[in-house]
């Protein structure tokens, strides 16, 4: 159990406010996120609280949305209990099923994926993890090399394995994210998922035939030039952790870097972009 900090935000307009605030606190290292009527609360550990962080946040001088909160010191949390208390099992049509251990396994699906989170709730529930799973039934992972940039829980390295990867490097700069990939990995009798603590300097010197890229604008703006030139000739680059609004400055930075554009599926304004190497 460890000391957690609660922020209690109340967004309007709330439904897109509560979808921006998500993505943008993420950035900043929250790690857990409830839906409220009015908002959200998001959870980070006590040790990286910063409000002055929070506050710089450009949501919050937004003329077009209104944020109050609140903060709490919490003693502590039993994330096992908190877990079991919100979460709900999540389908993509009878293709995959992602559930936690104490809900019952489900025999009609394709596969079936078994997560227990450290501190996140990155599981199949956001928008951005339904739509990375969905496209990736789209592309051939058979005998591929695969590169899962921000794993969190290790829900797509593990998916890529069960699509039948050669190898799976799965990449995070937070130290529990990259132990959870890990235990989840074996949880699901995983073996060719490899969980690296690092960002986008770890990939000097490796290529990819597929990377997954679930993560937000500004990092993938950032490190654009860093995954192409990790891709090999015909790799398939899959991004998602950003709003339809901020799909001209995606498209933009990958066509400046040479790669084609495929086709993009949205979610509730979310949105994940496929592209390819020539």
């Not at 209104?66 to 993509?92: C, D, G």
């Not at 959870?180 to 490796?206: F, I, M, P, Q, Y």
Request: one cysteine or more; aromatic letters at 12%; charged letters at 25%.
């Amino acid at each position: 159990m460890k000391d957690y900090f609660v922020v209690d935000l109340q967004v309007k307009p709330v439904d897109d406010g509560r979808d921006i605030l998500i993505a943008l606190m993420d950035s900043i290292g929250y790690d857990s996120f409830e839906e409220t009527p009015q908002g959200l609360k998001a959870y980070i550990l006590s040790e990286d609280f910063d409000e002055s962080a929070l506050k710089a946040l450009p949501l919050f001088s937004n003329p077009d949305y209104s944020i109050s909160y609140v903060t709490e010191k919490l003693a502590t949390i039993n994330w096992n209990e908190e877990w079991e208390r919100h979460y709900e099992p999540v389908s993509l049509n009878k293709d995959l099923y992602i559930r936690a251990p104490f809900h019952e396994a489900q025999g009609d699906y394709r596969f079936e994926i078994v997560i227990e989170p450290k501190m996140s709730f990155g599981t199949g529930h956001h928008f951005t993890t339904r739509l990375m799973s969905a496209a990736m039934f789209n592309l051939d992972f058979q005998a591929k090399d695969v590169l899962d940039m921000g794993t969190g829980t290790g829900i797509l390295a593990i998916l890529a394995e069960k699509l039948e990867a050669n190898s799976i490097l799965a990449i995070d700069n937070f130290d529990w994210a990259v132990e959870n990939t890990a235990e989840n990995a074996e949880r699901n009798g995983c073996t060719k998922v490899e969980a690296l603590h690092g960002d986008a300097s770890a990939l000097s010197g490796r290529d990819f035939n597929i990377i997954l890229a679930n993560i937000n604008r500004n990092v993938l703006l950032e490190d654009m030039k860093v995954y192409v030139a990790s891709m090999r000739p015909g790799a398939d680059l899959l991004l998602s952790g950003f709003f339809d609004y901020d799909f001209s400055l995606i498209d933009e930075a990958a066509k400046a870097e040479g790669l084609s554009f495929v086709n993009k599926i949205e979610e509730n304004r979310w949105q994940c972009c496929h592209y390819k190497k020539s």
